[in-house]
């Protein structure tokens, strides 16, 4: 047996320890690894818990405000539909109160039409009123049979 340096037995022993090495930086890579999603996992629970007591908190204030919110616009909301009720009321009482006061007043609408009107009066209505002083001078005279039916009526 040779006493010089082994070759081959030489690069084994470097090759083991080198693969020694390599095993050993992988197994504390993946140990570190392991620790860093576990501290992503648990920084995640974390923060979700600290969101979801935001949001419940949140949930609590902002659903006290809506409640509040909804509760004052009712309040003016039904102020405003008593107060047209009222003006609704007010108005038809005085569009009402002439109704009783005189009898039988033209109702409320569309006015009618004068020729319509003329048209359902008789002639001698008109005759009527045709204006009874005057010459014949100036355009506005009335006949004597005219005044005489006018003097009678």
Do not use: F, W
């Amino acid at each position: 047996m040779s006493t010089g340096l082994d070759k081959r037995r030489l690069r084994r022993e470097i090759e083991h320890e080198r693969r020694a090495k390599v095993v050993q930086r992988l197994t504390e890579l993946g140990v570190l690894l392991n620790a860093a999603r576990a501290a992503r996992r648990d920084a995640l629970e974390r923060i979700r818990s600290q969101c979801r007591t935001a949001r419940e908190k949140l949930r609590t204030t902002c659903g006290a405000r809506r409640q509040r919110a909804q509760r004052e616009g009712a309040e003016v909301i039904t102020s405003r539909q008593r107060e047209i009720h009222e003006e609704r009321y007010l108005d038809k009482l005085q569009r009402t109160a002439g109704r009783r006061s005189a009898p039988k007043s033209k109702p409320i609408g569309r006015p009618r039409k004068a020729s319509r009107e003329r048209e359902s009066e008789s002639d001698d209505e008109v005759r009527r009123d045709i204006p009874l002083c005057g010459s014949p001078h100036n355009g506005i005279y009335a006949e004597p049979t005219i005044m005489l039916s006018a003097e009678v009526a």
